[in-house]
């Protein structure tokens, strides 16, 4: 069973940052692309940022040269670090990842439970 967990939401002013985290457990074979989806509740979930096994990045154009991804493939771990954030990145942030746990199959796509991130004006 492969679990995400995240961490490092909360609440912060305006300006301000915030870094969150996302640990894959598990039976993990091996992780392609590991990324950030954020939703506003009663809307589509939409991407953030993704990162490729290789580092290959991929950000959405609201948040280029504020937020960046980085992931740390020995601990399964991916990284968000969110600088100058405005009130409008207020939502809940989700982990995802591409992860292969059983050899006779194609990755999954594996979901963190969210967590909240707060940016008060």
């Known amino acids: 069973q492969v679990q995400l967990v995240e961490s490092g939401g909360g609440l912060v002013q305006a300006g301000g940052s915030l870094r969150l985290s996302c640990a894959a457990s598990?039976?993990?074979?091996?992780?392609?692309?590991m990324g950030w989806y954020r939703q506003i509740p009663g809307k589509q979930r939409d991407l953030v940022a993704a990162?490729?096994?290789?580092?290959?990045?991929n950000y959405a154009d609201s948040v280029k040269g504020r937020f960046t991804i980085s992931r740390d493939n020995a601990k399964n771990t991916v990284y968000l670090q969110m600088n100058s954030l405005k009130p409008e990145d207020t939502d809940v942030y989700y982990c995802?990842?591409?992860?292969?746990?059983?050899?006779?199959?194609?990755?999954?796509?594996?979901w963190g439970q969210g967590t909240q991130v707060t940016v008060s004006s």
């Open positions: 990162i490729t096994s290789g580092g290959s990045t």
């Open positions: 598990g039976n993990i074979i091996s992780i392609t692309t």
């Open positions: 995802n990842g591409e992860i292969r746990d059983d050899d006779r199959y194609p990755p999954l796509n594996y």
